[in-house]
């Protein structure tokens, strides 16, 4: 992972860039001067970047959203000795925001959280080799509608075809519990961002129907009761 720092007072910068030593991270260039920094990112793309909020000249919040219209995906975690710039930091894409003095947990807090996203994207640029008759398709996570049990193998329904994939549904199971997919049948997961709507049926098992398919996949009693509570809980 490749850190930049930039903070104007000294021992504020030696202070963190030792705490991220500390913690294994190595990759790290320093600035105590912004636009010294904004030059460097031109030339070299960051994972993280660590900003002082207030510094001359050019603010950490300036400094940012120029960082970000060079490289909108780097991560971006403000520090500062005051706590009523959080609102408009969040606002202009940090991730983090710590109050000074630093100490090695929350630097350690907000790392994680980046490596937490890091290792999202890096999960969701995996591909799923299905076939649908002579034809292979290499598919998108995020272009599942849903997963159906299919003796020794698997179902997987994207826009274009219905392919066949040799995995368990368990194995789907896991790897899509953190990607917004339910499992609302012991045969079927499907992909929330996909449905159009659901219907109530007999003994309250659940009707989903998707966009852009005309699909119907019906839920098990348990799973529709479940599935509810489960959108109820992510609405609070």
């Known amino acids: 992972m490749k850190i930049l720092i930039v ?48 510094m001359p000249v050019m603010n950490g919040i300036e400094l940012a959203e120029m960082i970000l219209q060079i490289e909108p995906k780097t991560f971006v975690i403000f520090q500062t000795a005051h706590d009523n710039f959080a609102l408009r930091a969040y606002q202009s ?8 003095p630093i100490d090695e947990a929350s630097v350690q807090k907000s790392i994680k959280k980046v490596e937490h996203y890091i290792a999202n ?8 080799m ?15 509608y849903y997963i159906k049990a299919d003796l020794d193998e698997v179902i997987v329904r994207i826009k274009e ?19 917004n997919f339910y ?9 929330i961002d996909k449905i159009r709507s659901m219907t109530t049926v007999e003994q309250s098992k659940l009707q989903i129907s998707f966009y852009d398919i005309e699909d119907i996949v019906t839920s098990s009693k348990d799973g529709a009761k479940e599935f509810r509570e489960y959108l109820e809980r992510r609405s609070l």
Not at 93 to 100: P, V
Not at 121 to 128: D, Y
Not at 161 to 179: C, E, N, P, S, W
């Open 183 to 191: 499992r609302v049948h012991r045969s079927y997961i499907v992909n």
């Open 7 to 54: 903070d104007d007072e000294k021992l504020a910068l030696d202070r963190l860039k030792r705490i991220l030593n500390k913690l294994g991270y190595e990759d790290i260039i320093a600035y105590d001067e912004p636009q010294m920094a904004l030059e460097e990112v031109k030339k070299n793309l960051f994972d993280v970047v660590f900003l002082d909020i207030s």
């Open 161 to 179: 075809a219905q392919t066949y994939v040799k995995k368990k549904i368990g194995d789907f199971d896991t790897l899509l519990r953190d990607k």
């Open 130 to 144: 299905g076939k649908s008759g002579s034809h292979f398709y290499l598919i998108n996570i995020e272009d599942i």
């Open 93 to 100: 894409g940090g991730i983090d925001y710590l109050l000074k």
């Open 121 to 128: 994207e890096n999960e969701k640029k995996k591909k799923i």
